[in-house]
Structures are given as C-alpha cells and as structure tokens.
C-alpha cells in the first residue's frame, strides 16, 4: 500500500522522523507550483532560493533511497497548483494514504485540511518537528491578559528549556536580559566580517523560472548566489556566523550604516524558516560558544533572545489571530506604496540605502525593516496590507506566519497594539543617533519645516498629533505628547502643513 507524503518548500528538514529510513511504500512528493510563486510578487532571489534548495533536498532523499517525486516548474505534468498535482499523484502512484506536515502558513493549512478532509482515502498531518512551541501555545500562556508582552514568554521559554540558567529559575549573569548593552551605533570597527558563505550558480533554474512565465522583481545576483541551499551548507554557515560575528552580535545588533550591509547580523533565517537548520541546535551552538568563553554573554542572550524569544512568540500571536490578522488597519491608513520601494531611488539615504540593499540582497537586517522603511511606513500612512505584500514578497525569509506580525503588529501597530505596546517610530533624532545615514543626506536632520528638513520629522509629530485619540492615554507615550502640547499652535499648524506636502509629494522625496 502506497502513502503519499507531501514536503512544502519550507520543510526541507532531513532530521524529521519521516526520513529516518526508506520505505519502498512510501513516495514522497514536492512541487515547484505557480501557486506557490504568484501569491505575492516574490524578490526573484527567493523564488531561486526555495526552489534550488527544495531541488537539493529531493537528490539528497533519493540519494539515501527515498522514493521521490518531483514536480518541476517546466514540467508538462504539473497543474501549478497544490489540490490538482496532488489529485494526478495519487492516481499516479496508486497511494492508499497521504500526509502531510503541519504547514505554517494559515493559507495552506486551511487549503491542505479541505483537501485531505475531501479525499476518498485516509489522510492525516503530522508535526513538522521544528519549533519550541505548539501553535497555541503563546495563546494558552498569555489567556485572560490584554497584553502579551514577549518578555514575559521569554522567560518562560528561558525556564522551560533551561537555556543560559545558573540555576532553575535564575538567569546566567543575574540578569534576563541584556538590551540595554545591545544598543550601540557602530563606529567602523570591528569590522565587518567578510561574507562567509559560499556561492552558487543558478543560471539554468532561473531560465526555467522566467520561461514559466513567473513574475518577479529584485537583484539576481545569478553567479553570486550565496543562500545555503542545504544543512550542511547551513550549518557551516551557523558555525562560521558564531566564530566571525557573534562575539559583536549583541554590541551592534541595533546599528545601522551604509557602509556595510549584513553587519554581524547572522543571515540564518532563511535556513530556519526553511527548517534545514532547527531552532534548538542554533541555540545550544550559541550557548556552548558563551560556556567556552568564545561569545559574551550579552551577544549570546541577546541573539538567543531572538530566537527562543521572539521567533516563537510571533508565530503564536500568528496562530492566535489568523484568519483576518492581515486586514487590520487601526489607523485606517490607505496610502499606496511609492513608487520608489521598487527602485530605492530615494532622496531619503537611509530609505535608499535600505530598499536598496533589500532589493540587492533580499536582505535587511530588523533595525532597517522596523526603525527605517517600516518607520517610514508608519508615519506617512501607507496601506498597511501594501507593506505586508512588500515585506512579504522582498525578503529571502518572508513567510507570513513571522512576516505578517512583524509588519502588521509590530512595524505598523495596524493590530492597535497586541503585540506592540507602542508604535515603533522616531524622529532623524533616533536614526541620526543609531546611524551614519544622516550625515550627507540630501536632507537636514534637524529641521521640522523647510524644503530640505527631513521628512521624518514632520511626519513624527503630525503622526502623534493625528492620533492623539487613539495615542495619547498611552502611558508609554507621556512623554512624546507632554512635548506635543508644549509645541505652539503655529509650530505645529506649520508641521502639519509640512506633512502635508510630504505626503503629497512622495514619490519624488
Ligand atoms: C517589519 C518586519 C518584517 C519582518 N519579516 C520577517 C520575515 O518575514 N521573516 C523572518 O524570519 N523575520 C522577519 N523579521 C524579523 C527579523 O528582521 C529577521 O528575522 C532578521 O532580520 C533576519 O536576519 P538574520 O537571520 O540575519 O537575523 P539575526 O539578526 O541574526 O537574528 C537571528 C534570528 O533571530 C530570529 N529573529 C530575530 N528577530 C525576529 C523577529 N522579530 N521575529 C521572528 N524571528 C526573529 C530570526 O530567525 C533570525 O534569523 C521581520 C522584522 C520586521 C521588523
Ligand atoms: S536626514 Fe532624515 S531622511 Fe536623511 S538619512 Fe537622516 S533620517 Fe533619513
């Protein structure tokens, strides 16, 4: 009796159970589908990217005696779509069974669930085998509060697994968290490490890719391909991360500059979200390297902190609010993108400099996706929906079950606040202070008013002030609207006027 069990591009993981030993009844499927592609216009570097590992993923099962069934995207048998591939597999193959992992996107659990409840034979999900957490269990931990503060499920998660502890329930160090060591600028030095992956050549996949008729936008980068495509490649590069750049991880983890692209950030996403890596061992890597005095401990928490931390806490706020999580829009904001997000041609150096790289890299590291374009996003009121598709389609690890809280939730508050207890915006003040962008921009940043004063300014305090109401009880903000009612009417009418004319003209800032 034949069973048929589906890999989605983003379960490339050789360690689930699944895998442990061939079995001659047992065919495993994968499809490169347009359904999968066309959903949100991708950065073409991720559409390569999942494609070329799920292609390495189905040599090394066949490689270890697994029967495989791929589905290229050129190939006359595929029907493009998940339901109707796996309609002609079964046939196919004669399977009396299928299964499927847990997808993590909303989109394709619900499509996988009808699908399987409508079929005439036995078919079931399993566990994908990858994070910490279950689905529901963020919601279980937080029931009953109005505020679920990540901290809070740091702790636990701290506790639970027994990471950086000196003892049960007493955190290394004394203290549970170091972000207040993690928030320097970075002054040139150290510097940057050189990019430690290797390159790969996906000319001939990206022909097959535009001959399909797949739409795309971004950099190539054809022969300086360099997402690992595999474990190994991923744990070489897990391993290169904590040797080259961990040890200043924590230091710079918030700084910005256009000098350098990746800074210490680790680039691992795309390998955990595609599950080639999985969460503990990055974790349990990251601890040993403290324990043997290779990483301080306040990089090792702070970058810990971001995985057992916030990776898991958002999928939970995903599960918890899914459907309808991406129609929020608490500001009503509906301005469309600019024009300028698909080319970085910006008179704004630090929103050229991080579209830029976006578009270059399908990389930003998080201060540039919240405290630069999402910011920005914020302040001039763009359609949140919009800012979820661009994230989602731009960035090599953008899968909605982490994208779409990150952008909606915490980027753009469109959620009025579960996951942020305020929003996450500033003046140049901020970006001036964590950067060198500022300083040989086109614009001033000090000015509010004028042709030449940085749009950020104006559009901060016209921000507050349009959103006083639903703002200004927040205790978190006393300051921010203390300082608003001290601003002369005049002052602030001209900000506003300012702001104005900044949305008004957008597309040329
Ligand atoms: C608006 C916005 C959109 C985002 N969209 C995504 C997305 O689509 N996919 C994604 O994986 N991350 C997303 N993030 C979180 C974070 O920016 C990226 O995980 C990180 O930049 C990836 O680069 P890195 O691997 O070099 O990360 P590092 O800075 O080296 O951090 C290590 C790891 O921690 C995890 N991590 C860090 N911050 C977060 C976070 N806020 N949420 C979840 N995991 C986190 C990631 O797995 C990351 O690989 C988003 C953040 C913002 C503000
Ligand atoms: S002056 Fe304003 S627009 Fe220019 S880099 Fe600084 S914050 Fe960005």
Known sequence: MTTLRLVLGDQLNPQHSWFRSPDPQVVYVLMEVRQETDYVL??????????AAMRDFARQLEAAGHRVHYLRIDDPANQQSLPANLDGLIARHGARAFEYQAPDEWRLDRQLAEYASQLPIPAWMVESEHFYTRRDEAAQLFAGRSQWLMEHFYRQMRSRHGVLLAAPGKPLGGQWNFDHDNRKPWPGLPREPADWRGTHDHSALWQAILQAGVASFGELAAAQFRWPLNRAEALQQLDDFISEALPHFGDFQDALTYRAWRLFHSLLSFALNTKMLNPREVVARVEAAHAAGQVPLAAAEGFIRQILGWREYVRGVYWAHMPGYAEHNAF????????WFWSGQTKMR????AIGQSLDHAY??????????????LLAGLDPAAVHRWYLGVYIDAFEWVELPNTVGMSQFADGGKLATKPYVSSAAYIDRMSDYCKGCHYDRKARVGERACPFNALYWDFFARHRERLGANPRLGMVYRQLAKMAPAALAEVQTRADQLRADIESL
Do not use: E, S, Y
Not at 42 to 51: L, N, S, V, Y
């Open 364 to 377: 930003a590291h998080h201060i540039q996706r919240l405290m630069v374009i999402g910011n920005f996003a």
């Open 42 to 51: 991708h950065h073409a570097q991720k559409i390569i990217a999942i494609f």
């Open 350 to 353: 630090c929103l050229a400099h």
């Open 332 to 339: 009503n904001h509906q301005r469309p993108l600019p024009g």
